[in-house]
């Protein structure tokens, strides 16, 4: 008898909607906390996991036993609903629509990995809007500009 053997790894970006600064240092230990029990319940295995106050970065083993678009809309709509009933933000919070979803080889683990651990370091230097067009063309993904995430030059990091 055979067995089917699978590994795949996936960077997914989302954005706070409007690209407003909500997420707070003060709580996003917790938010990244309740992202990889979500992660974790769907038998995805979560690698790193790193929040700025206006984005998010995940790094998953992915489990092919469900659609990508339907573990961003589940980690999407139960953060939503944790973050607003438990009153973290100071206004009504809701992820952006879209994401990116990007994947990489066993190999790149490491290198994946220290990249989203090191949000706080990285974005001292760069605006996520040229870290996610960066990752587009590297990828070279087609991309119209009107379908992109709402990009404000004005956004900063912690």
């Given at each position: 008898?055979?067995?089917?053997?699978?590994?795949?790894?996936?960077?997914?970006?989302?954005?706070?909607?409007?690209?407003k600064?909500l997420?707070?240092?003060s709580?996003?230990?917790e938010?990244?906390?309740?992202?990889?029990a979500?992660?974790?319940?769907?038998?995805?295995?979560?690698?790193?996991?790193?929040?700025?106050?206006?984005?998010i970065?995940?790094?998953?083993?992915y489990?092919?036993?469900?659609?990508?678009?339907?573990?961003?809309?589940?980690?999407?709509?139960?953060?939503?609903?944790?973050?607003?009933?438990?009153?973290?933000?100071?206004?009504?919070f809701?992820?952006?629509?879209?994401?990116?979803?990007?994947?990489?080889?066993?190999?790149?683990?490491?290198?994946?990995?220290?990249?989203v651990?090191n949000?706080?370091?990285?974005?001292?230097k760069?605006?996520f809007?040229?870290?996610?067009?960066?990752?587009?063309?590297?990828?070279?993904?087609?991309?119209?500009?009107?379908?992109?995430?709402?990009?404000?030059?004005?956004?900063?990091?912690w």
């Amino acid at each position: 008898m055979g067995d089917t053997y699978v590994q795949a790894y996936f960077h997914l970006v989302f954005a706070v909607r409007n690209r407003k600064q909500l997420i707070e240092k003060s709580w996003k230990d917790e938010l990244e906390k309740y992202i990889t029990a979500i992660i974790q319940n769907k038998e995805h295995k979560l690698i790193a996991i790193g929040s700025q106050p206006d984005h998010i970065h995940i790094f998953i083993g992915y489990n092919l036993n469900q659609k990508i678009p339907d573990l961003v809309e589940l980690i999407k709509t139960s953060t939503d609903n944790w973050i607003n009933s438990n009153r973290k933000s100071r206004e009504k919070f809701y992820w952006q629509n879209g994401y990116g979803a990007f994947t990489h080889s066993h190999s790149q683990i490491d290198i994946v990995a220290k990249y989203v651990l090191n949000q706080d370091e990285h974005h001292k230097k760069t605006s996520f809007k040229d870290e996610y067009l960066g990752i587009l063309k590297k990828f070279e993904i087609e991309f119209k500009d009107e379908y992109l995430f709402e990009f404000f030059d004005d956004v900063k990091g912690w």
